[in-house]
T-cell receptor, first 114, second 115 residues
């Protein structure tokens, strides 16, 4: 079975600084998809960024980027120029193939401090 | 931009009562999902639905749960006899299916409180 581990329950960062959230996963699959979801206090799950395992290039979305290390089964999220609105729970999630269920990590609570 | 909607936003019910949580997935999506999140815990998969039938379900999705797509737009989760431990946030999600990035779009959730 696939597992996703987020080893940082809580993190904080100063506004405008950069922070990196860690995620590791375990799978025997070769092709899969990885995601970071943001859950603000409103509790809605919002997709931040995704990465296809077959792509070597790391995904980027504006201030958000990932460091995908397939051999190490690591998928970290870097948030640059942190903003107060980035304060949220961040969940790393894994999907074996299209349309299969997402497997989530336990989340990292990120606080951006003014 | 199209979005997944869920009603109600908050449902309070007594133990043993039946509840129906409603979702309207994005209109051209083919796959539908229910997840739940007990307060303070991670999001857990319950069931996925495709082509008018369950495609996959987790151990959590026992005989007390059922899903239905009664018409072309709604996707419902029914809990027949609620228990205290069913108190959680329930998220509906949908994805386009077929080829593509396969990302799942989540609704805002329904907070279910069983007393």
């Amino acid at each position: 079975a696939q597992t996703v581990t987020q080893s940082q329950p809580e993190m904080s960062v100063q506004e405008a600084e950069t922070v990196t959230l860690s995620c590791t996963y375990d799978t025997s699959e070769n092709n899969y998809y990885l995601f970071w979801y943001k859950q603000p206090p409103s509790r809605q799950m919002i997709l931040v960024i995704r990465q296809e395992a077959y792509k070597q290039q790391n995904a980027t979305e504006n201030r958000f980027s990932v460091n995908f290390q397939k051999a190490a089964k690591s998928f970290s999220l870097k948030i640059s120029d942190s903003q107060l609105g980035d304060t949220a729970m961040y969940f790393c999630a894994f999907m074996t193939s299209g349309n299969t269920p997402l497997v989530f990590g336990k989340g990292t609570r990120l606080s951006v401090i003014a | 931009e199209p979005e997944v909607t869920q009603t109600p936003s908050h449902q309070v019910t007594q133990m043993g009562q039946e509840v129906i949580l409603r979702c309207v997935p994005i209109s051209n999506h083919l796959y539908f999902y229910w997840y739940r999140q007990i307060l303070g815990q991670k999001v857990e998969f319950l069931v996925s639905f495709y082509n008018n039938e369950i495609s996959e379900k987790s151990e959590i999705f026992d005989d007390q749960f059922s899903v239905e797509r009664p018409d072309g737009s709604n996707f419902t989760l029914k809990i027949r006899s609620t228990k205290l431990e069913d108190s959680a946030m329930y998220f509906c999600a949908s994805s386009p299916g077929l080829a593509g990035p396969h990302e799942q779009y989540f609704g805002p959730g329904t907070r279910l409180t069983v007393t």
